[in-house]
Protein backbone atom coordinates (compact mmCIF):
# COMPACT_ATOMS: atom_id res chain seq x y z
CA UNK A 1 0.00 0.00 0.00
CA UNK A 2 1.37 3.61 -1.21
CA UNK A 3 2.50 4.81 2.64
CA UNK A 4 3.31 8.77 0.94
CA UNK A 5 1.25 11.27 -0.13
CA UNK A 6 2.61 14.05 -2.90
CA UNK A 7 2.62 17.86 -1.83
CA UNK A 8 -0.03 19.95 -3.99
CA UNK A 9 2.70 22.57 -4.64
CA UNK A 10 5.85 20.73 -6.00
CA UNK A 11 5.01 16.91 -6.33
CA UNK A 12 7.19 15.66 -3.76
CA UNK A 13 6.15 12.65 -2.03
CA UNK A 14 5.49 13.02 1.45
CA UNK A 15 5.16 10.44 4.28
CA UNK A 16 1.94 9.93 5.29
CA UNK A 17 1.19 10.20 9.19
CA UNK A 18 0.86 6.57 11.06
CA UNK A 19 -2.53 6.87 12.39
CA UNK A 20 -3.68 7.76 9.10
CA UNK A 21 -1.93 4.80 7.25
CA UNK A 22 -3.34 2.51 9.73
CA UNK A 23 -6.89 3.75 9.62
CA UNK A 24 -6.45 3.28 5.89
CA UNK A 25 -5.72 -0.26 6.34
CA UNK A 26 -8.60 -1.10 8.96
CA UNK A 27 -11.25 0.68 5.88
CA UNK A 28 -9.47 -1.85 3.73
CA UNK A 29 -9.96 -4.83 5.71
CA UNK A 30 -13.87 -3.85 6.92
CA UNK A 31 -16.35 -6.58 5.77
CA UNK A 32 -20.51 -6.10 5.85
CA UNK A 33 -21.97 -8.17 8.43
CA UNK A 34 -25.03 -10.06 7.60
CA UNK A 35 -27.88 -8.92 9.32
CA UNK A 36 -30.17 -10.74 11.83
CA UNK A 37 -33.76 -12.13 10.81
CA UNK A 38 -36.37 -10.60 12.46
CA UNK A 39 -37.51 -11.35 16.10
CA UNK A 40 -40.47 -13.56 14.75
CA UNK A 41 -38.58 -15.25 12.45
CA UNK A 42 -35.66 -16.33 14.94
CA UNK A 43 -38.41 -17.29 17.33
CA UNK A 44 -40.41 -19.45 15.22
CA UNK A 45 -37.25 -21.10 13.58
CA UNK A 46 -36.01 -21.74 17.71
CA UNK A 47 -39.42 -22.96 18.30
CA UNK A 48 -39.55 -25.46 15.52
CA UNK A 49 -35.96 -26.75 16.13
CA UNK A 50 -36.64 -27.13 20.34
CA UNK A 51 -40.38 -28.77 18.98
CA UNK A 52 -38.26 -31.10 16.85
CA UNK A 53 -35.77 -32.65 19.29
CA UNK A 54 -38.75 -32.89 22.16
CA UNK A 55 -40.42 -35.15 19.38
CA UNK A 56 -37.57 -37.24 18.41
CA UNK A 57 -37.04 -37.91 22.23
CA UNK A 58 -40.15 -38.52 22.29
CA UNK A 59 -40.14 -41.19 20.04
CA UNK A 60 -36.68 -42.26 21.07
CA UNK A 61 -38.05 -43.11 24.96
CA UNK A 62 -42.16 -43.65 24.45
CA UNK A 63 -45.58 -41.97 23.63
CA UNK A 64 -48.13 -42.59 26.32
CA UNK A 65 -50.34 -45.61 24.93
CA UNK A 66 -53.88 -44.48 26.54
CA UNK A 67 -53.70 -41.19 24.38
CA UNK A 68 -56.84 -42.21 22.13
CA UNK A 69 -58.95 -42.95 25.60
CA UNK A 70 -57.90 -39.16 27.58
CA UNK A 71 -59.61 -36.54 26.91
CA UNK A 72 -57.77 -34.07 24.22
CA UNK A 73 -57.68 -31.02 26.84
CA UNK A 74 -55.59 -33.35 29.12
CA UNK A 75 -52.77 -34.18 26.41
CA UNK A 76 -53.14 -32.16 22.87
CA UNK A 77 -54.70 -29.12 24.77
CA UNK A 78 -51.79 -28.51 26.97
CA UNK A 79 -49.12 -29.33 24.50
CA UNK A 80 -50.41 -26.83 21.85
CA UNK A 81 -51.01 -24.12 24.28
CA UNK A 82 -47.98 -24.24 25.95
CA UNK A 83 -46.02 -24.62 22.47
CA UNK A 84 -47.80 -20.99 21.77
CA UNK A 85 -46.70 -19.65 25.49
CA UNK A 86 -42.75 -20.65 24.61
CA UNK A 87 -43.58 -18.53 21.32
CA UNK A 88 -43.97 -15.95 23.10
CA UNK A 89 -41.35 -16.10 25.55
CA UNK A 90 -38.46 -16.65 22.75
CA UNK A 91 -40.32 -13.35 20.78
CA UNK A 92 -40.50 -11.46 23.87
CA UNK A 93 -36.50 -12.80 24.82
CA UNK A 94 -35.32 -11.42 21.32
CA UNK A 95 -37.27 -7.74 21.14
CA UNK A 96 -36.06 -7.27 24.61
CA UNK A 97 -32.57 -8.45 24.42
CA UNK A 98 -31.92 -4.33 23.43
CA UNK A 99 -32.28 -1.22 25.95
CA UNK A 100 -35.58 -0.87 27.02
CA UNK A 101 -37.40 1.52 29.47
CA UNK A 102 -38.21 0.49 32.76
CA UNK A 103 -41.56 0.07 32.14
CA UNK A 104 -41.03 -2.36 29.36
CA UNK A 105 -39.22 -4.82 31.61
CA UNK A 106 -41.58 -4.72 34.24
CA UNK A 107 -44.23 -5.51 31.63
CA UNK A 108 -42.19 -8.58 30.50
CA UNK A 109 -41.68 -9.75 34.26
CA UNK A 110 -45.02 -9.42 34.52
CA UNK A 111 -45.84 -11.53 31.26
CA UNK A 112 -43.30 -14.38 32.84
CA UNK A 113 -45.23 -14.43 36.04
CA UNK A 114 -48.99 -14.14 34.54
CA UNK A 115 -47.50 -17.39 32.18
CA UNK A 116 -46.63 -19.17 34.64
CA UNK A 117 -49.37 -18.81 36.89
CA UNK A 118 -51.78 -19.60 33.65
CA UNK A 119 -49.71 -22.91 33.00
CA UNK A 120 -49.58 -23.94 36.97
CA UNK A 121 -54.01 -23.23 36.95
CA UNK A 122 -53.73 -25.48 33.64
CA UNK A 123 -52.10 -27.66 35.82
CA UNK A 124 -54.52 -27.37 38.58
CA UNK A 125 -57.30 -27.57 36.59
CA UNK A 126 -56.68 -31.32 35.80
CA UNK A 127 -58.64 -32.08 39.39
CA UNK A 128 -62.12 -31.73 37.03
CA UNK A 129 -60.95 -35.08 34.88
CA UNK A 130 -60.10 -36.85 38.29
CA UNK A 131 -63.03 -38.71 38.91
CA UNK A 132 -63.35 -39.63 35.20
CA UNK A 133 -59.87 -41.32 35.00
CA UNK A 134 -58.01 -44.65 36.76
CA UNK A 135 -56.02 -44.82 39.33
CA UNK A 136 -53.17 -45.09 37.12
CA UNK A 137 -53.31 -41.80 36.32
CA UNK A 138 -52.69 -40.61 39.59
CA UNK A 139 -49.07 -40.57 40.81
CA UNK A 140 -48.98 -38.07 43.61
CA UNK A 141 -46.06 -37.23 45.01
CA UNK A 142 -43.80 -40.40 44.47
CA UNK A 143 -40.49 -39.81 43.58
CA UNK A 144 -40.30 -43.30 42.41
CA UNK A 145 -43.13 -42.29 39.52
CA UNK A 146 -41.95 -38.50 39.57
CA UNK A 147 -37.83 -38.48 39.21
CA UNK A 148 -37.91 -39.93 36.06
CA UNK A 149 -40.16 -37.06 34.43
CA UNK A 150 -37.96 -34.88 36.33
CA UNK A 151 -35.06 -36.60 34.45
CA UNK A 152 -36.40 -36.55 31.28
CA UNK A 153 -37.77 -33.17 31.02
CA UNK A 154 -34.95 -31.64 32.35
CA UNK A 155 -32.64 -33.87 29.47
CA UNK A 156 -35.37 -32.41 26.41
CA UNK A 157 -34.99 -29.01 28.12
CA UNK A 158 -31.61 -28.41 28.55
CA UNK A 159 -30.18 -28.68 24.60
CA UNK A 160 -33.07 -26.77 23.87
CA UNK A 161 -32.30 -24.38 26.54
CA UNK A 162 -28.06 -23.95 25.31
CA UNK A 163 -29.80 -23.49 21.37
CA UNK A 164 -31.76 -20.22 23.25
CA UNK A 165 -29.08 -19.13 24.59
CA UNK A 166 -26.88 -19.13 21.70
CA UNK A 167 -29.72 -16.80 19.95
CA UNK A 168 -29.44 -14.83 22.67
CA UNK A 169 -26.02 -14.41 22.47
CA UNK A 170 -26.31 -13.75 18.88
CA UNK A 171 -28.50 -10.67 19.62
CA UNK A 172 -26.26 -8.76 21.63
CA UNK A 173 -28.61 -8.20 24.48
CA UNK A 174 -27.85 -5.65 27.49
CA UNK A 175 -30.55 -7.53 29.19
CA UNK A 176 -29.08 -10.39 29.75
CA UNK A 177 -31.36 -11.28 33.15
CA UNK A 178 -34.37 -10.79 31.42
CA UNK A 179 -33.58 -12.60 27.86
CA UNK A 180 -32.33 -15.01 29.98
CA UNK A 181 -35.70 -15.97 31.98
CA UNK A 182 -37.12 -15.74 28.85
CA UNK A 183 -35.02 -18.18 26.72
CA UNK A 184 -35.15 -20.66 29.97
CA UNK A 185 -38.91 -20.39 30.07
CA UNK A 186 -39.72 -21.06 26.71
CA UNK A 187 -37.06 -24.14 26.64
CA UNK A 188 -38.78 -25.44 29.74
CA UNK A 189 -42.50 -24.35 28.34
CA UNK A 190 -41.23 -26.93 25.10
CA UNK A 191 -39.75 -29.57 26.87
CA UNK A 192 -43.37 -30.12 29.43
CA UNK A 193 -45.26 -29.79 26.25
CA UNK A 194 -44.05 -32.93 25.45
CA UNK A 195 -43.99 -34.75 28.86
CA UNK A 196 -47.79 -34.39 28.22
CA UNK A 197 -47.58 -36.80 25.62
CA UNK A 198 -45.20 -39.56 27.59
CA UNK A 199 -46.27 -39.38 31.47
CA UNK A 200 -49.86 -40.80 31.83
CA UNK A 201 -50.30 -39.40 35.51
CA UNK A 202 -52.49 -36.41 35.06
CA UNK A 203 -53.12 -35.14 38.93
CA UNK A 204 -52.25 -31.73 40.30
CA UNK A 205 -49.59 -33.15 42.99
CA UNK A 206 -47.42 -34.96 40.31
CA UNK A 207 -47.79 -32.44 37.33
CA UNK A 208 -46.53 -29.50 39.88
CA UNK A 209 -44.22 -30.73 41.59
CA UNK A 210 -42.28 -33.05 38.91
CA UNK A 211 -43.62 -31.61 35.50
CA UNK A 212 -43.86 -26.95 36.76
CA UNK A 213 -41.00 -26.86 38.81
CA UNK A 214 -38.63 -27.67 36.14
CA UNK A 215 -39.77 -24.90 34.21
CA UNK A 216 -39.27 -22.68 37.39
CA UNK A 217 -35.49 -23.83 37.49
CA UNK A 218 -35.00 -23.44 34.02
CA UNK A 219 -36.16 -19.83 34.30
CA UNK A 220 -32.75 -19.35 36.98
CA UNK A 221 -30.44 -21.49 34.95
CA UNK A 222 -31.46 -19.30 32.21
CA UNK A 223 -30.87 -16.17 33.82
CA UNK A 224 -27.77 -17.72 35.11
CA UNK A 225 -26.52 -18.89 31.76
CA UNK A 226 -27.52 -15.22 29.89
CA UNK A 227 -25.34 -13.15 33.13
CA UNK A 228 -22.27 -15.43 32.06
CA UNK A 229 -22.11 -15.09 28.02
CA UNK A 230 -19.22 -13.40 27.01
CA UNK A 231 -19.94 -9.58 25.99
CA UNK A 232 -19.63 -8.86 22.32
Known sequence: MEDRIRDDRGGELKPLPFAASKLTDLVGET?????????????????????????????ATQIRGDLGNVPWALTYGPCL????????????????????PG????????????ALAIVALLALSATHFLPL????????FDPKKGLPCLGW????SFPILLLALWFVYRAA?????????????????IADSA???????IDPAHTMTWHFLPVVLLIGVGMLGAKLLPKR
Open 31 to 59: QAVKPLNSPLKRSVMLLGLGASFSILILI
Open 195 to 201: IHLHCPA
Open 81 to 100: FELLIGLLAFYLAMVWSVPA
Open 133 to 140: VGSELIAG
Open 173 to 189: TTTPLLSGALAGFGAGL
Open 153 to 156: ELSV
Open 103 to 114: AVKTRSWSIIFG
